[in-house]
């Protein structure tokens, strides 16, 4: 019978088997509840009839008995045949990025694009697409007060920046983080190395590499020529009450040139670093989520990784094939450094950007 039970093809045999048991079993008890109730009196056909009235009342339970049964058997021989596969371990990400920075961001994105595409017209006027440019947007007048509009988003958000860096905890952690120090020279001269295949380790950095931090001062090293040059062109008359000419000249050639800088700067080093390097190839969503897995805080930020699991402000992670106690599905929150030895991640180390 147990073998039967584990062949899927038994199963109608079964099932057979099943409903001529079930009916011999009813029937022989209909017939002595029936004789056993009923008086000599009453005929041989009342007999038969009630019999047969009792039948078809239980041939529906008896139905409904066999489709049981045999749910159970397929069910039990499926379990049997595919085996049940474990949920993959749950992916534990690391908050790099808190709303603040990332709204600072896009604020500071959208500008830059907008004086980008407002401003290369501008600078090479003589070109046939910037008079193809002009014509769409309406001529050089509208074309610099949308420029102006840009200009007045990249004010807004470098001045909310340095609040920022100055009344929020977050702010002022990262700045910290982000100062230049002797080991972003060695760690420069190491990744030329690595490039030269003359090792084959890549330096291992804290919260931020070399290229970011020269990513970060290379934009408000810029943000600080192109705000004072071109409010100098912007309010042009009132800066000669107080500036020479050549100041102007100056400032135009300086807000010309750096404009320029920036936009390859932009274009080559920072969407091919952060984008289109292969690793993120075609886009790196922590400017959008704002967080990081746990892999790649292990590959690009191990210093950090190693001081939050040395300080327990997170668990360790769990081997493979090992239920964890208490499953990661948020972002892993930690308690903020001290300024004099950090730990990073805006893995909420910051906790939020609180002041």
């Not at 805080?297 to 327990?312: G, K, N, Q, T, V």
């Amino acid at each position: 019978m147990e073998e039967k039970r584990n062949d899927p093809y038994a199963i109608p045999e079964v099932e057979t088997a099943l409903r001529d048991q079930l009916k011999r079993e009813l029937e022989g008890e209909i017939r002595r509840a029936v004789e056993t109730e009923l008086t000599d009196e009453l005929s041989q056909e009342l007999r038969d009839r009630i019999v047969a009235r009792l039948k078809a009342e239980l041939a529906e339970e008896i139905q409904v008995r066999i489709a049981r049964v045999k749910a159970e058997l397929e069910a039990e021989i499926l379990a049997r045949a595919v085996p049940v596969l474990a949920p993959p371990p749950a992916v534990r990400e690391f908050e790099r990025f808190t709303w603040s920075f990332r709204t600072q961001h896009m604020i500071l994105l959208v500008s830059c694009l907008i004086l980008i595409i407002t401003g290369l017209p501008l600078k090479f006027h003589e070109a046939r697409i910037s008079q193809l440019f002009f014509d769409l947007v309406g001529g050089v007048q509208m074309s610099t007060l949308i420029h102006r509009i840009g200009a007045a988003g990249l004010i807004a958000v470098g001045a909310y920046h340095l609040l920022y860096l100055v009344a929020f905890r977050q702010g002022r952690r990262d700045f910290w983080e982000l100062l230049p120090r002797p080991k972003d020279v060695r760690d420069l001269f190491r990744m030329l190395r690595y490039f030269l295949g003359k090792t084959d380790e890549k330096p291992r950095f804290g919260r931020f590499s070399y290229v970011e931090k020269f990513d970060y001062w290379a934009v408000y090293w810029g943000m600080v020529i192109m705000i004072g040059s071109g409010l100098i062109l912007w309010f042009l008359e009132t800066s000669l009450q107080f500036l020479p000419k050549f100041a102007a000249d100056i400032a135009r050639e300086a807000h010309s040139d750096e404009g320029l800088l920036a936009t390859l700067a932009i274009i080559i080093w920072h969407f091919y670093n952060v984008h289109l390097n292969p690793e993120h190839f075609p886009m790196n969503w922590t400017w959008w989520t704002g967080t990081v897995s746990e892999q790649e805080m292990r590959i690009h930020h191990p210093l950090e990784y190693e001081d939050l699991l040395a300080s327990r402000a997170i668990h360790p992670p769990v081997p493979a094939g090992v239920p964890a106690v208490a499953p990661v599905t948020a972002p892993v929150a930690a308690d903020p450094p001290s300024p004099s030895a950090p730990a990073e991640g805006t893995l909420r180390a910051p906790g939020k950007s609180s002041p």
